[in-house]
């Protein structure tokens, strides 16, 4: 009986317009004051636990590093190299484009923010050579996907902070999958677009834009790299990005002021305080949850319903897909991934494997409507009705659950480099 | 003072603090790297003091967050409420999480108490627990507040990603800052 009341205050709140940390906060309360020994102070006990963890700094720093190289020029300057590198290729321009969002993403951790620093250059010059305007928004869309799936990704940490898996171990894990849909974002844009020139190589353009882009394009391999060697932990590699971003962007290419450091370090600010508190909360139900054993006994439930791991992971991604659909990633695995890793441990899948699933499955939801992040930054940023933008995603959402496929069938796709 | 200037109030002190909890956060974390690459070893206490400036940076943060109107909101059910009732939609929606924000501020300060009677103290540093928790204790007060100061004005209620797109929400993530 206690459990429908807490369906139905969810679903009040939900009506009440309250926002997702709200709701994990009274659920967290309900929780300890109906199941557990009646004292509200658990709730804030298990805050105070869950904000102490040395490993969460890793999200603040990969997050302030991606906003200060967004707000640099080195998007600018990654994509005017690999222009130059992608001239002769018929339809370049395209894989262009999907390149650069890859490279970005390897800096950003985020599909809004990719999807913003590639488009604002990408979309006109696409437009300009007379690529579809459909293929531009939904090249550029999708590409900016890759933000959360590529490392290091936010989604992919709080995945980590949530299930006890090893962060380093799920960024190597990234790669594969990243690599996958790259290849298959940039084979469909190569084919859509084969009879576009461009013209042809031109050496000095190509010494030019490297010569311009010469501190930019290692810092996906001085972050990653770094990790990958066992050189740093997340966390220290995260604190490496914050150096070397300030480093190359306000020392060395100059397109950054103090003033401009202060506004990017509040809006990174800003953008915690909306990711934080759903994380704490999460982390506290999440306690209470495991003290009162409820995911063995999800996971007890489950067992007598799904027969094979087959079906577990159809069941797993048609339901984080609709799920995908209407709440934003953070909360998804904040919420889901507590309770469907240890079941898909279950099923003999690895915890890595099933991460990698996970984020990839609900990347997919960035480009669905009616909520997708970044349908809607598209329609802000390049002025386009909310029908033609669905419309342009349509073939990338295709291309994501190819992908998907492929990632859930073959775990060697994203395990072959961990361990 | 003005419910808008005691909201730029709040504003500008949860600037100042996210400003200066980055500075500690990022510099101990760098301090620490360094360190360890230079002489094999880290600073003792620098991530400890690192989970310090990422505490703040969380609690004050959400302030920011709150006048952005930047609090992850599924709006799937939005359209329950009739169009003539979307202000008072909002105006039930803020004084609702002012009230979640103040019992949250209450049950933290308890706990504040409990720790400064039990004498709880940080690991490694050593430092009284009760000065930090208390920022959990300032943080969810002053959203209680502003979600208050939001519900009885409307007009200086912020809209943010959830309630449909503004050219600022843009603005503040794309390069330089352009609205295009």
Redesign the interface.
């Known amino acids: 009986m206690e459990g429908v009341w807490l369906v139905v205050l969810v679903l009040a ?10 709701m994990l ?2 659920a967290a ?1 309900f929780a300890y004051m109906v199941w557990n020994d009646g004292d ?2 658990y ?3 298990d ?2 636990q869950a ?4 490993v ?2 890793a999200i ?2 990969f997050m ?1 590093a991606g906003a200060i190289m ?3 020029s080195i ?1 600018d300057r990654l994509i005017a190299f690999l222009r130059a590198l992608t001239r002769p290729v018929p339809g370049g321009l395209a894989l262009a484009t999907v390149l650069a969002c890859a490279g970005f993403a390897a800096i950003s951790g985020s599909a ?2 990719t999807l ?2 590639v488009g ?1 250059i990408m979309y006109k010059a696409l437009l300009e050579a007379g690529y579809d305007k459909g293929f531009a928004i939904g090249a550029l869309c999708a590409g900016g996907v890759l933000g959360i799936i590529i490392p290091p990704s936010i989604p992919l940490i709080l995945y980590g902070v949530m299930t006890d898996t090893s962060i380093a171990d799920l960024f190597i894990a990234g790669l594969g999958p990243a690599i996958v849909l790259v290849a298959l974002f940039g084979a469909y844009a190569l084919t859509r677009n084969w009879s576009r020139h461009e013209g042809s190589w031109s050496f000095s353009e190509i010494v030019r834009t490297f010569r311009r882009a010469a501190f930019a394009l290692p810092l996906p391999i001085i972050i990653l790299g770094g990790i990958y060697a066992g050189f ?1 932990t997340p ?2 590699a ?3 990005a ?2 070397v971003a300030v480093l190359v962007e306000v020392l060395i290419h100059r397109d950054l002021g103090l003033s401009e450091l ?2 990017v ?14 994380l ?1 909360f999460a982390i506290s139900l999440n306690i209470f949850l495991t003290y009162e054993q409820t995911p063995q006994n999800f996971v007890a439930a489950m067992e007598q319903t799904i027969d094979s791991k087959l079906q577990f992971l159809l069941m797993a991604n048609i339901l984080l897909l609709v799920v995908g659909m ?3 990633i ?2 998804a695995v904040l919420i889901l991934s507590p309770l469907l890793t240890p079941l898909a441990q279950s099923y003999g899948i690895d915890p890595v494997h099933f991460g990698i699933i996970m984020i990839v499955n609900l990347g997919v939801g960035y480009l669905t409507p ?2 997708g ?1 970044n349908i ?2 598209a ?5 386009e009705s909310f029908w033609t933008i669905s419309k342009a995603v349509a073939p990338f959402i295709l291309l994501m659950l190819a992908g998907l496929i492929l990632i859930a069938a073959l775990p060697q796709v994203a395990l072959f480099l961990v361990g | 003072m003005k419910p808008a200037a005691l909201l730029a109030v709040f504003d500008r002190i949860e ?1 100042i603090a ?2 200066l909890a ?1 500075a500690l ?2 510099a101990a ?2 301090f ?2 360094g360190a ?1 690459l230079v002489r094999g070893s880290g600073v003792l206490g620098a ?2 003091a ?2 310090i400036g ?2 703040a ?2 609690m ?7 006048s ?1 109107g ?9 359209g ?1 409420w009739p169009k003539g009732w979307s202000r008072a ?2 105006q ?2 803020d004084a ?2 002012g009230l ?1 924000f103040a ?2 501020a209450v ?2 300060a ?2 504040v108490a ?1 720790s400064y009677g039990l004498g709880d103290v940080t690991s490694v540093l050593r430092w009284p ?1 009760w000065p930090l ?1 208390s920022l ?1 204790v300032a943080a969810f007060s002053l959203n209680a507040v502003r979600y208050f100061i939001f519900a009885l004005n409307p007009d200086l209620r912020p809209h943010g ?2 309630d ?4 600022e ?2 603005a ?9």
């Open positions: 709140l939900f009506a009440l317009r309250q926002p997702v940390m709200v906060g009274l309360l509200p102070k709730v804030v006990y805050i105070w904000v102490n963890k040395e969460l700094l603040p720093l302030l967004s707000r640099g998007a809004a923010v913003l620093a604002s740093f966390t220290e995260a604190a490496v914050v150096a202060k506004d370090t509040l809006e990174t600010s800003r953008l915690l305080g909306g990711l934080f508190p759903v704490l209407v709440i934003d953070g909360s009616p909520l992040l809607i930054v329609m802000a940023a390049f002025r | 600037r996210c400003l980055f956060m990022a974390l760098m620490d790297v360890r991530p400890q690192g989970v990422m505490i940076v969380s004050f943060g959400m302030g920011l967050a709150s952005a930047e609090h992850l909101r599924p709006n799937f059910l939005d329950i939609a909002f039930a929606a609702t999480t979640f019992l949250f049950i933290a308890l706990v409990e627990v928790q959990i990603i959830a449909g797109v503004a050219d929400d843009v503040a993530l794309s390069p330089k800052g352009e609205a295009r």
